[in-house]
C-alpha cells in the first residue's frame, strides 16, 4: 500500500514558523519519524520525499510551494506519479475552530472557509482524509484572522504543535496500514498539550 500526505503551507522563511504553516511542521515530523529526506523538486512545485512507515506502507510526503491558495495544482500530477487516489491521500492543515494543538482526523466534508481544501477540492475531489490542527481564534478582541494565521509561533505555541505532531504521528500509521476507524480513535481522543486533565 502507498499513501500520499501533503501538508499544507506558504513557502519561504517568512511564513516558516506560522500557524498557518502547521501541516509543514507536521510534515517534517513524519519525514523525521521514518528517516525520509525531502527533496525540493522545482518542476513539480513541491518538497517532496518517500519511504516506508512503521508498519511496512510506502508513504509519499508532500509540502505543495505554490503557496496556500493553489496547493492543488500539483496534486494531479502527483496523484498520476505515484499511483494514489483519494482513498489513499490525507491532507494536514490547520484549523481555527480548535484549540492550539488540538487534533481531528476524519473523511470528507467541507472546506470550512479553508483556501488551501478549496483549491485542492478543484483539482482532485473532496473525498480525502483530512488532519486538522488546531492552531486557536484571535485572543485580542477585533484581530482579523489572516494577522492571527500568519503571525510567528512563540517558542511555547510551536512546543504545543511539535508535541501535537509526534502524537499525530504515532497514531497516522493506522491509517497508512487501513485502519481508519483505529487512528480516528487515538488521534480524535487526544486532549490538546496543555489543556490539562479530562
Do not use: W
Amino acid at each position: 500500500m502507498k499513501f500520499m500526505v501533503a501538508g499544507l503551507g506558504n513557502p519561504g522563511r517568512r511564513y516558516e514558523k506560522t500557524r498557518h504553516n502547521a501541516g509543514f511542521l507536521f510534515i517534517d515530523t513524519l519525514a523525521d519519524r521514518y528517516g525520509i529526506e525531502m527533496r525540493r523538486k522545482v518542476f513539480d512545485a513541491v518538497t517532496i520525499g518517500e519511504g516506508v512507515d512503521s508498519g511496512g506502507s510506502r508513504i509519499v510526503l508532500v509540502k505543495p510551494e505554490t503557496y496556500m491558495n493553489l496547493s492543488g495544482k500539483v496534486m494531479p500530477k502527483l496523484f498520476r506519479n505515484h499511483g494514489v487516489d483519494c482513498e489513499h491521500f490525507l491532507v494536514i492543515v490547520d484549523n481555527m475552530d480548535l484549540p492550539l494543538g488540538a487534533l481531528r482526523l476524519k473523511k470528507g466534508g467541507s472546506s470550512a472557509g479553508h483556501n488551501g481544501l478549496k483549491s485542492i477540492f478543484s483539482y482532485v475531489g473532496q473525498s480525502f482524509y483530512r488532519l486538522y490542527v488546531g492552531v486557536g481564534r484571535p485572543e485580542t478582541s477585533g484581530r482579523d484572522t489572516v494577522s492571527h494565521v500568519l503571525a510567528p509561533l512563540t517558542s511555547d505555541e510551536e512546543r504545543v504543535l511539535l508535541t501535537s505532531a509526534q502524537s499525530a504521528a504515532s497514531s497516522l500509521t493506522f491509517l497508512f496500514n487501513g485502519h481508519y476507524d483505529k487512528a480516528c480513535y487515538e488521534i480524535n481522543s487526544l486532549r490538546a498539550p496543555g489543556s490539562g486533565p479530562a
